[in-house]
Nanobody, 126 residues
Framework: VQLQASGGGSVQAGDSLRLSCAAS????????VGWFRQTPGKEREFVAA????????FYAASVKGRFTISRDNAKNTVYLQMNTLKPEDTARYYC????????????????????WGQGTLVTVSS
């Protein structure tokens, strides 16, 4: 599967953006799809994930209540709706997938995901 992340941009604090992760080559079915982000000099960190098998969603504490992950089966796309953006949300955002269910305790682990998109840059200014 190939993943294409898009939707990044430059916004003001308090604004919203919606990121898209479109898959090609295979249809999402039993996948787990996650969003991660990274800033220069820092490790990539977990943001959110959705598990197709049971529709469970997971969020990092820093984004819970502001970000929402969702899926559109017809478009084979996973979205990350980001509201009330803060300057500390500035990062390159990557989507990733694994063609299996990932257990709750491993959902944040980068090593659990097999396929990665190229990333899309989000810049939030104060």
């Amino acid at each position: 599967v190939q993943l294409q992340a898009s939707g990044g941009g430059s916004v003001q604090a308090g604004d919203s953006l919606r990121l898209s992760c479109a898959a090609s080559g295979r249809t999402f079915s039993m996948d787990t799809v996650g969003w991660f982000r990274q800033t220069p000099g820092k490790e990539r960190e977990f943001v959110a994930a959705v598990r197709f098998s049971d529709r469970s969603t997971f969020y990092a504490a820093s984004v819970k209540g502001r970000f929402t992950i969702s899926r559109d089966n017809a478009k084979n796309t996973v979205y990350l709706q980001m509201n009330t953006l803060k300057p500390e949300d500035t990062a390159r955002y990557y989507c990733a997938s694994r063609y299996n269910r990932i257990i709750n305790t491993a959902i944040t682990k980068i090593s659990m995901y097999d396929h990665w998109g190229q990333g899309t840059l989000v810049t939030v200014s104060s």
